[in-house]
């Protein structure tokens, strides 16, 4: 009798295409943020409509004004949605695993990206926007310490050349959370170690500190 209940699975299922217009219809172009659904869950069988629905979604930007637009949309949303399928219940809204943006302080930004220069040549570069998500700002950020974040390849210098030529980076480099994803140990490892240390020697050798 399904005329008898209120289907979670084609109300969740509304909710999920239209989040999607969240970032292309109502953050301005150019102002970097993510909307992504990784999550729906509902059901334990084909022939039983189940009583919840659980999406889980993951939202990344760089200014808190638009992380809370977000926000604002997604309840505006969700809320709508539940009404216009006659949810008997309004929505449950949980807010978990939340970092802050990493703000890079210039001068020691400045400085360590002159000590990569000088020991990695052109091997160091400067890293475009990101949106990973990246917690450790908050140690700095605690003890008023001024930081800097930096990246390391890890894929063998062939490979990308091949998928560089061929114009497929994106999609034949496995990156953080991919299944495949793999580094290569060395030198990724040696390369680590020896920006470790050159950024340490920029503000611990006497020559640096003058």
């Not at 219809?25 to 993510?34: I, Q």
């Not at 703000?103 to 949106?131: I, M, S």
């Amino acid at each position: 009798m399904p005329q008898a209940a209120i289907d979670p699975v084609v109300l969740a299922a509304m909710i999920v295409v239209r989040l999607q217009t969240v970032v292309s219809r109502e953050v301005t172009p150019g102002d970097p943020a993510v909307l992504t659904v990784g999550s729906v869950q509902a059901g334990t069988k084909s022939n039983v409509i189940p009583e919840v629905a659980t999406i889980q979604l993951n939202v990344r930007s760089y200014g808190a004004a638009t992380r809370s637009a977000i926000l604002d949309s997604i309840r505006r949303i969700v809320t709508a949605e539940c009404d216009a399928s006659g949810s008997p219940r309004p929505p449950d809204f949980d807010l978990f695993d939340q970092f802050p943006v990493t703000d890079n302080d210039p001068g020691v930004t400045a400085r360590v990206a002159a000590a990569f220069a000088d020991h990695f040549g052109d091997r160091a570069a400067e890293l475009p926007l990101q949106t990973a998500s990246e917690d450790f700002s908050d140690l700095p950020t605690a003890v008023g310490a001024p930081y800097t974040y930096w990246g390391i390849g890890g894929v063998d210098p062939d490979t990308y050349q091949r998928a560089e030529a061929a114009g497929r980076v994106a999609q034949d480099i496995p990156v953080n959370h991919s299944a495949r994803f793999a580094p290569v140990i060395q030198p990724t490892l040696d390369t680590g170690t020896e920006a470790l240390v050159v950024a340490a020697l920029a503000w611990l050798t006497p020559s640096a500190s003058r």
